[in-house]
């Protein structure tokens, strides 16, 4: 079975004046740290998945087990979220997932870089700013089809129609997996954000604009003049091998006289 394609995160970003924000600062205020930590963590299993996660009863005796928190005192929680704007009310009212505008925003700028995103029309604020090279992949009424059928999945660019499908489809498929493998494959140059980010994941010393900037010079490629395929195993290899700093260069001046100096 072929390996499903990822459409959550490995990582956002998380401001560091996030406690300063009015809405934040009322929850610590009210909830102490368990509330800040609360939010966070419910962020990190919402980018996991994508832009929204489905929230249900059982999900909330997890996070109470999790915490220990009184039960009542994890509702008033997640009510005072939908009263702060933290999580969007009506799309909890509707769809039963959390979800908001900020976190849609700060989804679709991280997947900017991709082949494909997949959207959930329904679970859209608003339309999202995505550059016409990304393949969207629409995937209408997930968990919403009283009748339990398949979900209908398509595209701007793809269409993927039909269950148990005979062997002639079953030949495309194989061929289109075959083809998103050796995409897959294809070196992507990472931005000098995303490299930020991921040298503040490791906490490393490691300065990203010297990085970017050198693997730019070199195009990209290995001291063996292969490509690179992985930036991320690079940037774990300079941190083994303790490459954190920059070089420090020799700069030799032409020699001139002291009224050619001054002249």
């Not at 929680?77 to 009310?89: H, R, V």
Request: charge should be positive; glycine fraction near 4%.
């Amino acid at each position: 079975m072929a390996r499903p394609e990822k459409q959550g995160l490995d990582y956002f970003s998380h401001d560091i004046n996030s406690n300063s924000d009015p809405k934040i600062e009322y929850i610590e205020t009210v909830y102490g740290l368990t509330g800040y930590a609360v939010y966070f963590k419910l962020l990190e299993k919402i980018y996991s998945n994508s832009y929204w996660l489905k929230w249900t009863d059982r999900d909330e005796v997890f996070m109470v087990k999790r915490y220990q928190m009184d039960l009542s005192v994890f509702k008033s929680l997640m009510q005072d979220f939908f009263n702060e704007g933290l999580f969007d009310a009506q799309m909890y009212k509707k769809h039963q997932i959390l979800t908001s505008q900020s976190i849609q925003n700060r989804y679709f700028s991280a997947t900017e870089r991709r082949k494909k995103v997949y959207i959930n029309k329904s679970y859209l604020l608003s339309e999202p700013d995505i550059p016409n090279k990304i393949i969207i992949v629409y995937i209408n009424g997930i968990n919403d089809d009283i009748n339990g059928e398949k979900d209908n999945i398509n595209s701007r660019n793809v269409e993927l129609n039909g269950i148990n499908d005979n062997i002639g489809t079953q030949s495309k498929v194989k061929e289109r997996k075959v083809k998103e493998s050796k995409e897959r494959k294809t070196f992507i140059q990472p931005s000098l954000h995303e490299i930020r980010l991921y040298c503040l994941e490791r906490k490393n010393n490691i300065d990203p604009q010297y990085f970017h900037d050198y693997q730019v010079a070199r195009d990209w490629k290995l001291k063996g003049g292969q490509k690179i395929k992985d930036w991320q195993a690079v940037i774990r290899t300079w941190e083994r091998n303790d490459y954190n700093k920059k070089p420090v260069q020799q700069i030799n001046f032409p020699e001139k006289s002291l009224e050619e100096l001054v002249s």
